[in-house]
């Protein structure tokens, strides 16, 4: 079947279960239904959790690479740069022995990184030398929060309730679900990013379009790659959880 005709029939059902039992049939099928798809998405956010990567740590780099600070270079016995000698740069001999044989990254993060960045939604400069998206962030809370107040969804199920203290019970449980459901599975954003983010080796870079706020003679932007979180649920989860997941989140 396309995926045409599988639409079609799919909101031709849709439409005669809610003609054959109102209300009734919409919530006792969505029970169901959420029900499977939440598990689904709790056991693969918790499953990815425990199994995930660790965040990359302070750059490696590659031949001819800067050291941001004495640190990192000390980490990695860094020597000074062949055009600029007052700067620590990779150390070629030691970790790029043959052309076929070095220990590199693409050296996006300078400073290393985490898996949460506790202040990034209070401060602009947390996720530095990356822009971060605070305004977005908060943009979206508060379109979702208050937005959804009056959508059309919600305010059916209200309305439909047996009594205002039924409402009022359902909303409240369903606002500890989301919570439960939701804080778990944005940890897959910062999963992804740790295995198709820019210090992966499956990034993508704009070439010779350095940003002077990372202060180093060449550097490239990073292409997000807008697939990367249904590549991580089909390609690195089990497939029977990540399949689990996708149906969650349809």
Not at 26 to 44: E, F, H, K, P, R
Not at 111 to 118: A, C, H, Q, S, Y
Not at 154 to 175: D, E, L, N
């Amino acid at each position: 079947m396309t995926q045409t005709g599988a639409v079609i029939l799919s909101a031709v059902m849709v439409t005669l279960y809610t003609v054959a039992g109102g209300m009734v049939s919409v919530a006792y099928t969505d029970v169901v239904q959420a029900s499977i798809g939440w598990l689904g998405c709790v056991t693969l956010a918790y499953y990815m959790i425990a199994n995930a990567t660790p965040a990359p740590p302070p750059s490696i780099g590659f031949p001819d690479y800067v050291y941001p600070d004495q640190e990192t270079c000390d980490l990695y016995d860094g020597v000074p740069c062949n055009n600029y000698p007052d700067q620590c740069c990779y150390n070629a001999e030691k970790h790029c022995p043959s052309e076929d044989n070095c220990v590199t990254d693409n050296g996006a993060y300078p400073i290393g990184d985490m898996r949460v960045f506790p202040d990034q939604m209070t401060n602009a400069h947390s996720l530095y030398p990356f822009p971060n998206a605070i305004f977005w962030d908060w943009a979206t809370i508060f379109v979702l929060g208050f937005g959804n107040l009056a959508a059309l969804d919600f305010q059916a199920r209200c309305m439909a309730s047996k009594s205002p203290s039924v409402a009022t019970i359902g909303c409240a449980i369903a606002g500890c679900l989301t919570f439960f459901v939701g804080i778990p599975f944005a940890y897959l954003g910062s999963i992804t990013r740790v295995d198709y983010g820019p210090d992966s080796a499956r990034a993508a870079f704009e070439t010779d379009s350095c940003h002077i706020a990372l202060g180093l003679p060449t550097c490239a932007l990073w292409l997000p790659d807008g697939s990367a979180v249904i590549k991580l649920l089909t390609n690195e989860a089990p497939a029977f959880l990540g399949g689990w997941a996708l149906i969650g989140i349809v």
